[in-house]
Nanobody, 124 residues
Framework: QVTLAESGGGLAQVGGSLRVSCAVS???????MGWFRRATGKEREFVAA????????LYADSVKGRFIISKENRVNTVDLQMNSLQPEDTAVYYC??????????????????WGQGTQVFVSS
């Protein structure tokens, strides 16, 4: 049984920073990992992905240059450092894992395991 548990998030001011983390338990942790988000009234959207080694990354255009995804295999965690936050970054952020490790994935249905989500609110 693979479980993902997000932590961090909370409230930030415009231009500020927040860090969300995802702890993975069960399984082998040889997964491709991703972060998605869902704003109120919108569909869940891709934010960032990292391969199972933690060496290759991919970002949505909306966060490129501001967010950084990282993976620490020794402690089975995946982090998303969010900088220069904007009100449009307000959303519930979800951690996800995929058993497909050959390519980085950006679609919701390519991921097999999901966390419960953590709220990020950016105040202007």
């Amino acid at each position: 049984q693979v479980t993902l548990a997000e932590s961090g998030g909370g409230l930030a001011q415009v231009g500020g920073s927040l860090r969300v983390s995802c702890a993975v338990s069960g399984g082998t942790f040889s997964y491709g990992m991703g972060w998605f988000r869902r704003a109120t009234g919108k569909e869940r959207e891709f934010v960032a992905a990292i391969d199972w080694r933690g060496t290759n990354t991919l970002y949505a255009d909306s966060v490129k240059g501001r967010f950084i995804i990282s993976k620490e295999n020794r402690v089975n965690t995946v982090d998303l450092q969010m900088n220069s936050l904007q009100p449009e970054d307000t959303a519930v952020y979800y951690c996800a894992a995929t058993e497909t490790v050959t390519t980085l994935k950006t679609r919701v249905h390519d991921y097999h395991y999901w966390g419960q989500g953590t709220q990020v609110f950016v105040s202007s």
